[in-house]
């Protein structure tokens, strides 16, 4: 089924990811009573854990969706139709995110960035106070951008709202950053933090996440669009005795139990450092090739995947094509505006250096396969630094 | 983790239902590149398969969601704010449907109904004649409804919209009924069916499903409301390569196909006679314990699940947690104006006589455990239907 | 595969039982080197837990084979060729020991037996008494028999042993009571007892077992066959830094341990209760139909399996043949002198009060189809006795 | 359980080997009636499919038991107490055969040879020749050393055995070859062919196996020691109907019937062709880091393992310790003479480039960390005949 070939298929896009063994044996366990006392334990961990892991004090929303169904019901709790949204725009999956803003209604206003570079602070810090008449509702930022592998500096942003006195709301997508970079929903003063489960969380897609603030909350209850299947409030209620106003999609919320279970095992700092460190001998294979990592800011680079520019007058999705074809890997095309002239290494999630080292070599043949001009080695670039002592 | 006892836990709750082994285990395939050549293989497969059960020649739009997201879909594609829906409204799935319509901004009105009936067709006809102003713009069908096992009359619904040359259109709920009872998209003249995964389709909850019908696209094309994960388009379009406008829920969808070859396997028409035989045997046992089968109509009876009526006096949910405990089965509890009332036995899905004559023989005991009035021997009586040739 | 039809199949033959849910998940771990730390953790663990079933405070050498093949380990490792050995002979599993015992050049001695009864043990000594040359090297004695659902003494042997004071070697199959019945090597003074994994230890077929005692030990160093497989003593030395002089039989070993797990969470003395108490029930059903227990003594019934005599004329093969096609249910044939005579209801390992409530139902269906005579209402005397607080 | 490390252990010793997904999930499968149709069914499909892989037109026997039990089986169904064996000696997994026909009671003679090198056949030869009484009744050949990576020219012995008029049985072991090296047990004229589950055949431990031919068979019926377990004859005779004369190990059964399906699917020539792809690769890494491939005959290069010498002063066993904490993979160790002189590199079963590569990377991370004497760059060289046209 997933794979015609012998051996294991390597799963290297920037999601979903490979799935831990355990998760795996975890989603083929018997489907139970959703309003029974195991699976009310059960949520109640998972809650619990989620909190942990999204480094908020305050409730976590789980849905049976996508993640983009997540950016959906992040901004319907929280905004009424035609506020106007300020998006830091220097990704696919910001512009994806804005169709979803214009789909339910809101306004939405880009604050243009360079894809090759994290959203310039000084820029926004200057659009907010501009903005005296407080017409923007929300800032909505992308916290890795999954298609170009350049993360944005939350942090800066909350700075930004704070020192601009600015009530807008802020709003970060972590789909593909959450249980692979240092994240802290709280700390940075993030309004909705935006989540899906098929990346770092390792557990399969189909399982979305909001963290909202208190102010957030707040928000929620004297605002909000027309809203049901994602409105928040019904959901915390049932979620406090452990349970859900609808059928949850219990077998992936197993899957999730154990991957959250597993993240927090290893201990999140490990984590993080694991995937800095995958992501280093990436870019080192990446250099050693001759060939650029998209991203320019090395201070933005991200620990989840590397985009890889590719020699102009060659075309990735060959490259790509020819990997799969002859060394059952998958890579992550080129997104929008990049479209054709990158392809995204994806190192998140259930990696260790082997796996990454085995990656890093189908990249290097592929290449060869393809007669894309390179230096050979570079894969041995990344060993020389994954073998130094962790 | 999903029960501490030794043995199988008996999941005699109207859905989610009892997994099949091939679909458990395919639950637990490695995830895959949702955007490469063997997923589109599956995709296309899945949604062959799904016109088939759903008796359409049309599209079936696939959504990572609960039931009651499907719910929100159809609406928010068709409709427009305020518009008028009719509900034949005899339980307590129609309720929830209703809070659904309301969320989103709909205008909802009910056609009450005797909860132990399926909807008057000619107090349907009536109103629909009435309605000289096409003011209802849907009107809205639990088929099989959860809270009652009462069916309703899908195909009466549609010559009643005809005899009346009324153009609203018709929604119809088949999230307990589709893989259990017959049912037919197309013949019958439905414009938009909604079903879910976890009952007849023995898939664990987490996927929703809408079924347009042409009438129903066009109408999504002129009018509906603000819409972005919900919106039609784009998965159709998507669908026509195999793909997904944003991450699909890979495992599911591998459980979905599975579980879809093999009601087709067996065939449609021998899976609803089987259902139809469990059903009839549950009847037996319950008349057997001299309790009532809360769903007063014979024509109306479901295959997919039996509600009894509880003795005046004693607590229906005390009797399921008695059964849990004791029995480690899990039953329905009755829901909105039954609670308290009746208890409800689920016998859809992946079963056969013997899980059934175990589910049987563990409401009996359990009525005795609890001395709850009846005649002992409702088991003997089901034996004796279903030991006769089938 | 395992069944053509929708649902659960109902495997009720006395072995191999059903498995546990977790035990079926551990079986799909990934092979790991047989030669590692984390292989010597789990091996230690599993012989430590082993200890506890088998109550004995000496090894348990687990090998890759069936039941069989640890018959015929017991005897080459203890005994020299041409050796004699009693057998206590009331079933067709001691009669197939007897084989294996032939095969490998021994002298086999019966003492016969009714197969309706256990071993006379009054018998027994008398024998043993006149063996004053003490020709009889060992006394072999089956503790439950697997195809009449009667238990043999072994805690009587012994004495019959000790009063006579014979040194022969008491051996005991107990493949099928070792996790259904209460069962101590070592209080009881057996020199080997030997095991499979497939009946109450809940664990797929493929591992034997023997536990020697001190006795049989130093039988081991002094006497016994040519042995290279089968030898203890290498499989001992490597056991005891947890590993095994050849590979073993990895993922076998790892539902093993999930099974050991869960009889040991459950607590031994609460397992033999449930089994006695499914046992009872269903002779209580086995009654109800008018038909016979095969066991002839109260105190010998088994905990495991239950043989039902077959009314004459009636033959139990074709009853089993349309349980099977009509309602997906295994149950166990007669064997050798009972061939056509009854038919085995197994009810040991992974089981409740509703499986065993099923299967019952099964049978008193399959009854009354193939028109044999019988009082329906058999499950009714069943439930009646598992209603009551257990 | 597996490995305490994210991502994937990288299980590379020479068995047992990586188990597919498929056989993964097959080996979870419910345990079913052994003695019914499905079993036959299923029985007689993996019957048919081994007499394939062994490329045989007789019987296939399984045993439930490890590789070194299908030793024994193959002797003393054929052998008589006192007979002599030769056997070529030249690795470890002959030493042990060696040890376990002394075990049984066999005269063992040893043809010495280098363990660098396949066994001489011009010696072999000799010793047949000058063999005038006819003593040796069997000669004894590993197909692949797995110890050592050599392999041994099976038609060669039989082109002695046939030039010297010699009627020894021809027994060879193919534990560590079948599935991964052609190997022809009819046209090769070998008389017992002994091979175990866990390696090119892609199943976990716990299977062992013995192909006879008409010639062994008739030994067997006129020859041989006492025996039971072990025994062809009641195997055969039950096989026919597709049964055993015990409980067969059904899980294990399970996998391998997928197993050899895979093997099939792919197709013989193909998987020996990418067996021999990889183990070329290997090769020249070895050769890159300028280190030894321990077999010195390049006729003779196993496509199983390769055995790599270390460098004068270095313990190899350091190596892998170092490569399993720091990298999680684990390797073969030396055995036997070669103890703390060579490491082993599984590449057999179900394995690909890039799995390999990533094996081949923490080797040369492993050399590097450990400091021994080495060039880096062995991988490029790997990666550059891999990366050709396959």
Same mark, same amino acid.
């Given at each position: 089924m997933s794979n015609s070939g012998p051996g294991r298929h390597f799963l290297q896009i920037p999601g979903p990811t490979n799935l831990p063994e355990r998760v795996k044996r975890a989603l083929s366990r018997p489907t139970i009573d959703h309003r029974g006392p195991d699976w009310a334990r059960l949520t109640l961990r998972i809650l619990e854990q989620l909190k942990q892991v999204f480094q908020t004090s305050g409730p976590v929303i789980v849905y049976p969706s996508s993640g983009s169904g997540a950016w959906e019901a992040a901004m319907v709790n929280t905004l009424s139709a035609g506020d106007r949204v300020l998006f830091g725009s220097n990704g696919q999956f910001s512009s994806n995110w804005q169709k979803v803003a214009a789909g339910v209604g809101l306004t939405v206003e880009e604050l243009q960035g360079d894809w090759r570079c994290p959203i310039d602070m000084a820029a926004l810090e200057n659009r907010l106070a501009e903005d005296r008449g407080r017409e923007i509702r929300a800032l909505a930022l992308v916290h890795n951008e999954t298609s170009t592998g350049v993360v944005n500096d939350v942090a800066g942003a909350r700075a930004a709202l704070d020192r601009t006195g600015h009530d807008a709301l802020l709003m970060v997508d972590v789909v593909s950053s959450l249980g692979a970079m240092a994240y802290k929903h709280e700390e940075w003063g993030v309004d909705v933090t935006i989540a899906g489960s098929q990346k770092g969380l390792m557990t399969p897609p189909g399982l979305g996440f909001n963290a909202p603030s208190p102010k957030a909350l707040a928000a929620s209850s004297s605002a909000g669009m027309p809203r049901s299947y994602w409105n928040w409030e019904p959901v915390m209620a049932f979620n406090r005795d452990g !349970?859900?106003?609808?059928?949850?999609?219990?077998?992936?919320?197993?899957?999730?139990? &154990?991957?959250?279970?597993?993240?927090?095992e290893e201990g999140l700092p490990q984590v993080f450092a694991r995937h800095a460190r995958l992501a280093e001998a990436t870019r =080192?294979?990446?250099?050693?090739?001759?060939?650029?990592? !998209?991203? =320019?800011?090395?201070?933005?680079?991200?620990?989840?995947?590397?985009?890889?520019?590719?020699?102009?007058?060659?075309?990735?999705? &060959?490259?790509r094509q020819v990997i799969l074809e002859r060394f059952d890997m998958s890579l992550g095309t080129g997104l929008g505006q990049v479209k054709g002239k990158v392809f995204r290494i994806g190192h998140l999630g259930d990696m260790n250096d082997l796996m990454l080292a085995g990656t890093l070599c189908g990249v290097e043949m592929g290449l060869a396969a393809c007669d894309v001009p390179h230096v050979s080695g570079g894969v041995s670039e990344a060993l020389a630094f994954l073998a130094k002592d962790p």
């Open positions: !349970f859900y106003p609808y059928t949850p999609a219990t077998n992936l919320l197993y899957g999730l139990d &154990v991957a959250l279970s597993l993240l927090l =080192r294979a990446v250099r050693g090739w001759g060939l650029d990592v !998209f991203c =320019r800011d090395a201070k933005a680079y991200s620990s989840a995947l590397t985009a890889v520019t590719m020699p102009a007058g060659y075309n990735p999705d &060959v490259l």
